[in-house]
């Protein structure tokens, strides 16, 4: 029950040290601590109403029939703890004329309460709750002597402390009811929302214009997950969950009638088994689920906060700083309407920031099976970061109040394809590529200056040409219609794709447990950082509820401001000092086969290509890799190894296994600049041949032969050749289980 004796715990703790010599006339520490808790833990599993009526039995009403609730909460929990730490001590004098020194004082009392609550509302919708407080009571200095010192402190305690630090979290829960109505329990989905607020007091001041206030702070943190089981919407028809879930053939009978009954049954006329429509609704049907989550956390960070929090982070008059802000919204205006409410201190030398973040994290992902033995995975992410922050205070300690100095910054990561330029003389001094970048710079400069009616105010070399020109020229797309914007906005899909179906042919089964057949793509484009120019301060464009992705994409959120100089130009309104394209094939023929007699043979080839802009200089530093490797595997079960000992042959029988790994690796590193041409600025060829015997006597003990042999041969004439060859053998005792 609720009102259980045993929901309760107590605890005490007293501890008091005495010292005292010829230097010290007396030294006393004194720690008390006692806590008080209480939990309770509830049994009830919630209300269904409706389960057992008669009407809620179609699926179609399967909402209702489950339809439930909990009025108890599942548990509640609070604990408060009174800690007092006193430390006097006094110092001798050894001058007896002298007047006795005074003892020092160093000591502490604080009260510290937890609250923790959970309550499932639903079976899908639950929430959880805790906060902490941790409280100063405040003592009058030196010893506790007298009753107005007592008096103090109990007055103190009364009022439960002076608040130093509050935080407080609420997680919410919700599994979406999809599965509750036929047409749609292909679907499931799950969304999170997470709160959390914390409130800081700042050092003590008693004259108010050098009062630096207390600091709040609140995150949010939203989350959809959720999966589209596209195979269990095809089974809803019957014909395609036949297609998809084909029924085994029966085994073959073990007595003689049964199998004259079956061979009879076969001479007589079946159904047409339509295998060419089947197999072309199977391919058809080749999508067979969907996955997804999108994340966004946020948070923001108010100094300079005047009020003190009484319950649930509000404060006494239950206004400041207003129930959104608690439960984690994120008003960028929330700075300018604090100070209207009167909510912040006016100190006209605070210098903590008001600032505001926010992450944006999203993933999908769909899997495709043409058929049984052929499995296609796409790929799409994009995440971003941004902060916003700015020095928001009274400007003149008259409620003068203004936001000074704003500023955004942040990352840009989106999933891309730029295989159209893969396979292009890309080591090349002479790139095409690179080449086509320089077209384009025209195109796109002449498509900006459109926009503004004028054909000066950009050059070739401006950051809002540069990039737009570098996405056009490694993506392969056209200039005349990509996109002007430095944020690509919707992620392009990677795959990879896996093939294992070699062994059902004849030349294969016999000979093979497996042959896999593999291919991957990955591709990535990144702003790696960004920040506004310092000519761009108007809040409109730089809060955070502007998204990054408009900027040059729509017509009201482009640069507008010029440079000082006799040949003005724009400036943008982003600075953005590198954007890197990287791209990987891993592998881009992979294959993994596996014998009958236990040969295991994996050959990879992988290419990987990295293209960087730095926008300051123009230049694009391109890395280009590429690798192949080859494993080969081979266990020889209960090898004979005959060995004399006293006179007489003893013959082991374990498994020695064969082991070669082979591998090549070419790099090379080409600056590409627009005025200076092409130069190769590193670059090597890594060479790797490693044999490796292995001999196991027992599970414990195992003997191991091998060699590594490298090599490191330099593209370019400030690095030296170099190889290593290592041999040996190893001894392996394992002293594990």
Known sequence: HIYDIENFTFTYLYTEANQHNFNILENTRKNVKGAVAWQYQSKFKGIQPLKDVKFTSSKYLQLLKDFNFNPVPSSISVRGELERSFNKI?????????ITQLPNFQKYFVFNRYYNFTWALTKSLKVDYNATVNAIIDEPAGDINTTQKRDSIIKNLKRLGRMKYFEQNINTTYTLPFDKFPATNWISADYKYTVGYNWRAGPLETIDSLKIGNIIQNTRNRGMNGKLDIVKLYNKLGFLKDINLPKPKPPPPKNEAERLRRAKADTLPHPPELKLLKAMLRLIMSLRSINGSYTITEGTILPGFAKTPK?????????????????????PYIAQNAANRGWLVHNKRLTTPFSQSQMKDLS??????????????????????????????????????????????????VSFISVATAFKNNNSLNSDVFNQFRKNLGIINNRFNTFRGNSTDYVSQSQDVLIPAFIAAYSGRSAKTTSLSPFPAIPLPNWRLDYSGLTKLEAFKNKFTSVVLSHAYTSSYSVINYANSLQYNDFGQ?????????????????ATQLTQTDT??????FVISQVLISETFAPLIGITVKTKSKLSITFNYKTKRDISLNVPNAQITEVNGKDWSLEVGYTKNNMRLPFRDAGR??????????RLTVSMTSNATIQ??????????????????????SYAFNKKLQLQFYIERTTNNPLVSNSFYRATTRGGFKLIFMLTQ
């Open 542 to 558: 730089l809060n955070l509820g502007r998204s990054v992705e408009s900027y040059n994409a729509s017509a009201n959120f482009r």
């Open 90 to 98: 006094a110092y001798r004098n050894n001058d007896p004329t002298a």
């Open 311 to 331: 319950l649930l982070g509000l404060d006494q008059a239950w206004m400041a700083p207003g129930i959104g802000f608690v439960l984690g919204e994120q008003d």
């Open 672 to 693: 590409r600049r627009l005025d200076q041409g092409s130069t190769v600025t590193n670059g090597n060829i890594n060479f790797q041949f490693r044999p490796n015997i």
């Open 364 to 413: 999908l992902r769909a899997n495709m099976e043409p058929f049984t033995d052929l499995k296609i995975q796409f790929d799409a992410r994009k995440t971003s970061n941004a902060m916003f922050q700015e020095i928001f205070r009274d400007t003149t300690g008259l409620n003068n109040y203004a936001g000074l100095s704003p500023s955004r910054s942040g990352s840009y990561k």
């Open 649 to 658: 042959i003893i013959t082991l029988k374990n498994d020695i296994t064969f």
């Open 568 to 573: 003005a130009r724009l400036i943008p309104v």
